[in-house]
Antibody, heavy 124, light 108 residues
Framework: EVQLVESGGGLVQPGGSLKLSCAASGFTFSGSAIHWVRQASGKGLEWVGRIRTKPNNYGTTYDASVKGRFTISRDDSNNMAYLQMNSLKTEDTAVYYC???????????????WGQGTLVTVSS | SSELTQDPAVSVALGQTVRITCQGDSLRNFYASWYQQKPGQAPVVVIYGKNNRPSGIPDRFSGSSSGNTASLTITGAQAEDEADYYCNSRDTSGNCWVFGGGTKLTVL
């Protein structure tokens, strides 16, 4: 079964840091780009960023709202992806999902599967 | 970056057809994908590409696109289709992604 499992969420004070983990199984992790998406309670989905594969130099891109504060990394040897979050703000409070990026030249991009999400609460 | 615009809420009578739309400049160059999210659950892809359904998605779900607008159509809506639906695509730069604001579908 193709699966992604996030962990590491919790309560952190404004200005603090937190590192989320994403454990992948059931597919060739090293061959897939990984994205992070978040969702504040009662709100819509917000794309956070992505990390590409080794042949693409592990390139990363981020939404403007987190650029310079968040860093995505991966460990292909252990089928893990990470989201390092620094200088956290109250508005970063959300459920964070990691997702496998799928792509084909004929169908474009899609995200599947999604993890179950991990809750990050930024509050004093 | 660019934005994707969706109607916040749409309703449909049980068994009828409903279309959920998504508008944005990037859709002229990139396909949209569509995600269904039920309360307390992670989103699930229902349509991607020109009109592709992942295995397990009923064939009452279909997709289409014209110009800057992508559409998700549910033909013969069922009670279990009541959910939030989100479109997603790359932004106009092609290096970032963006979600629509979501459409809450109510099946009457």
């Amino acid at each position: 079964e193709v699966q992604l499992v996030e962990s590491g969420g919790g309560l952190v004070q404004p200005g603090g840091s937190l590192k989320l983990s994403c454990a992948a199984s059931g597919f060739t992790f090293s061959g897939s780009a990984i994205h992070w998406v978040r969702q504040a309670s009662g709100k819509g989905l917000e794309w956070v960023g992505r990390i590409r594969t080794k042949p693409n130099n592990y390139g990363t891109t981020y939404d403007a709202s987190v650029k310079g504060r968040f860093t995505i990394s991966r460990d292909d040897s252990n089928n893990m992806a990470y989201l390092q979050m620094n200088s956290l703000k109250t508005e970063d409070t959300a459920v964070y999902y990691c997702i496998r990026h799928q792509y084909s030249s004929s169908s474009g991009d899609w995200f599947d599967p999604w993890g179950q999400g991990t809750l990050v609460t930024v509050s004093s | 970056s660019s934005e994707l615009t969706q109607d916040p809420a749409v309703s449909v009578a049980l068994g009828q057809t409903v279309r959920i739309t998504c508008q944005g400049d990037s859709l002229r160059n990139f396909y949209a994908s569509w995600y269904q999210q039920k309360p307390g659950q992670a989103p699930v892809v229902v349509i991607y590409g020109k009109n592709n359904r992942p295995s397990g998605i009923p064939d009452r779900f279909s997709g289409s696109s014209s110009g800057n607008t992508a559409s998700l159509t549910i033909t013969g809506a069922q009670a279990e289709d009541e959910a939030d639906y989100y479109c997603n695509s790359r932004d106009t730069s092609g290096n970032c992604w963006v979600f629509g604001g979501g459409t809450k579908l109510t099946v009457l």
